[in-house]
């Protein structure tokens, strides 16, 4: 079972990244899938997560409106788009599989069973 994240780097205050997360098991798209970010001395919190068919999303309040989940079950891919980005977005980024709640989304970190080895987001101002 193996998650991996792409996609990160340094971009300008305002910019645009699309990060990537690859599942190498087509199970995962039976399961809600998020996305959570931590910076350096802060816990990891949640971003955003999409429902197993994809046609369900739910956002942070922090970054709705500028962030956009979505997934490609052809290909076990989910991706974040990362619109209007700002220096508090400075983070290291996570993809995670939804194993501890069977509905609906929910934001703890301790509901995933699953997770990526983590990538670097760096927004400069």
């Known amino acids: 079972v193996q998650l991996v994240e792409s996609g990160g780097g340094l971009v300008q205050a305002g910019g645009s990244l699309r990060l990537s997360c690859a599942a190498d098991?087509?199970?995962?798209?039976?399961?809600?899938m998020g996305w959570f970010r931590q910076a350096p001395g802060k816990e990891r919190d949640f971003v955003a997560a999409?429902?197993?068919?994809?046609?369900?999303?739910y956002y942070s309040d922090s970054v709705k409106g500028r962030f956009a989940i979505s997934r490609d079950s052809a290909t076990n891919t989910v991706y974040l788009q990362m619109n209007s980005l700002k220096p508090e977005d400075t983070a290291v980024y996570y993809c995670?599989?939804?194993?501890?709640?069977?509905?609906?989304?929910?934001?703890?970190?301790?509901?995933?069973?699953?997770w990526g080895q983590g990538i670097q987001v760096t927004v400069s101002s």
């Open positions: 098991d087509r199970t995962f798209s039976t399961y809600t």
């Open positions: 995670a599989v939804q194993t501890e709640t069977a509905y609906g989304f929910d934001p703890r970190p301790g509901a995933y069973g699953y």
């Open positions: 999409i429902s197993w068919s994809g046609s369900d999303t």
